[in-house]
């Protein structure tokens, strides 16, 4: 299993950081190679995503949601992964991202992919987009609700 830990900050209030994170519809403006998500219900999303020269679909869950703190989720079927985004509000206008993810590289091209640290950069260059995103178009809507862990 492949780990991958990256953090951001970003130059907005927390509140729209979190917002905009939150309209996962929106992943592909930042989001190198997801083609789409669609969002099912409060807990589950859809993911189309191509990497590695192959198309991949998987439903993954949201297992906690806590507004302008963290998302968590983990993969129902498909591609193996799980993870967290928290938020932390450094001042009222700045906010750093931390995204800790695990998955599972499959076939040789992930494998050696991953070995070479370039889910790594991806994920960096996501959060770069992010960034660039957020700051450049302000404060967006965004759906405030809480999923809470179970069990």
């Given at each position: 299993m492949a780990n991958i830990e990256q953090s951001i900050e970003v130059s907005a209030p927390i509140a729209s950081v979190y917002d905009q994170w939150t309209q996962f519809e929106d992943f592909p403006r930042f989001m190198e190679g997801v083609e789409e998500i669609r969002q099912v219900d409060d807990r589950h999303v859809h993911w189309t995503v191509e990497f590695g020269g192959s198309r991949h679909e998987w439903d993954a869950e949201i297992t906690e949601q806590e507004p302008e703190e963290r998302v968590a989720w983990?993969?129902?079927?498909?591609?193996?992964?799980?993870?967290?985004v928290t938020f932390h509000k450094i001042d009222a206008d700045t906010t750093r991202v931390m995204v800790q993810m695990d998955w599972t590289p499959e076939g040789i091209k992930e494998k050696v992919g991953a070995s070479f640290n370039f889910d790594e950069r991806?994920?960096?260059g996501?959060?770069?987009?992010?960034?660039e995103l957020i700051e450049s178009q302000g404060a967006p809507g965004g759906w405030r609700g809480e999923?809470?862990?179970e069990g």
């Open positions: 983990r993969n129902v079927d498909g591609k193996d992964n799980a993870g967290v991806r994920v960096e996501d959060l770069e987009r992010f960034k999923v809470p862990r």
